[in-house]
């Protein structure tokens, strides 16, 4: 992995290329639409709807572009084709137990612009990943939460 590029996993890459076209294609139409209807209402200084309809379009071009440089900038790791065994590397499947609670929990290690902990994607470099890195299926570890010490036992690790 080059350290020059940010990682990008296969599966992240195909998320935000569908994500990119739908904002190029039908979502750009419809904010183009919605501006344009807005500024035939006539006195564009009083007039709120087009204001946030410009807004919008105007935080759609933003993604569009944050989308086209992750893309064009970041370098794809096929997480299929990686062979590190049971340890822990970009990609992983990591199923970890919480050794004071017994909660157990999943994460994927993914790039930074491709992490969503509401999905348990986590960036590589989180604390958490920059914790899980290099270790293996049985090791325990202490990690330091914002609520506390946790201590996790690595209770399984797969690459899909």
Do not use: C, W
């Amino acid at each position: 992995m080059s350290s020059t590029r940010p990682p990008l996993t296969r599966k992240g890459a195909d998320r935000l290329r569908a994500e990119l076209e739908q904002l190029k294609g039908p979502k750009r139409q419809e904010l183009i639409n919605a501006v344009a209807e807005a500024r035939a209402h006539g006195d564009l200084k009083e007039n709120a709807e087009y204001h946030a309809a410009r807004e919008l379009h105007g935080f759609n071009e933003g993604r569009i572009n944050e989308l086209e440089a992750a893309l064009s900038n970041s370098e794809v790791i096929d997480t299929e084709r990686l062979n590190p065994g049971k340890k822990i590397v970009f990609g992983a499947i990591v199923d970890l137990v919480d050794l004071d609670s017994d909660a157990e929990v999943t994460y994927t290690i993914v790039g930074d612009i491709e992490a969503d902990i509401k999905q348990n994607l986590i960036a590589v470099s989180s604390p958490i990943a920059r914790a899980l890195i290099g270790k293996m299926e049985g090791d325990e570890f202490e990690f330091k939460a914002p609520n506390g010490l946790r201590n996790y036992e690595i209770t399984g690790v797969r690459y899909s």
